[in-house]
């Protein structure tokens, strides 16, 4: 019945797809921690929920391995690559609706571990970068490059699309549940 019930909010919800898959099929490989290091997003050290404040790639791992089921809900869009500020309104689009499901999911009593499609945004400024502790703990969320998780085999794993082609983005975002 859970389940179902996921699947049912997430279509309703407005995303591409949504698919299960055992958690322990998920793949983390820590060498990928160095796209976080790189700090490509401008959140390194100053997000709470992203490296290094989040926790080492092995932590991370760990905080996940008592959930049986990996939900992941996908976007894909029609966007232009080059266009930076269109990427990133997708991106906050996407979790925005996963933000909401996960909201409503909660209400139900259906609860787990989240992940999103990039840096926590539940507070306009993060308390990181002030040197503060996180004002919304049951808000913080950490995006999958933060678990160190392969999105790219998750989504073969799942049967959904990663490389969708030109001019198309997809993005993710997760629930693990018991």
């Known amino acids: 019945m859970e389940n179902e019930r996921i699947q049912e909010l997430a ?13 322990d099929h998920l793949v ?4 990928l921690r160095k796209y976080c290091e790189d700090n490509l997003c401008g959140n390194y050290a ?5 490296p290094p404040a989040c926790g080492t790639p092995e932590e991370m791992k ?27 309104e997708v991106r906050d689009s996407h ?10 999911l909660r209400e139900e009593g ?11 945004r539940a507070c306009e400024v993060c308390g990181g970068e002030q ?15 933060a678990y160190c998780m392969s ?7 799942a049967g959904l699309p990663y490389w969708c082609g030109q001019n198309q983005v997809a993005f993710f975002s997760l629930l693990l549940t018991e």
């Open 11 to 23: 279509e309703k919800a407005g995303f591409t797809n949504a698919a299960r898959i055992p958690a």
């Open 110 to 120: 259906i609860e787990g571990l989240s992940m999103l499609a990039g840096p926590c």
């Open 28 to 31: 983390f490989d820590p060498s």
């Open 131 to 145: 040197g503060k502790p996180c004002r919304y703990p049951k808000e913080q969320v950490s995006c999958i490059s």
């Open 151 to 157: 999105a790219e085999k998750m989504a073969l794993e």
């Open 62 to 88: 760990a905080r996940t391995e008592k959930y049986q089921n990996a939900w992941i809900f996908q976007t894909v869009a029609e966007v232009d690559w080059h266009d930076s500020q269109a990427l990133k």
């Open 95 to 104: 979790n925005r609706r996963s933000r909401t499901l996960l909201a409503q």
């Open 46 to 50: 100053k997000n709470l929920s992203c």
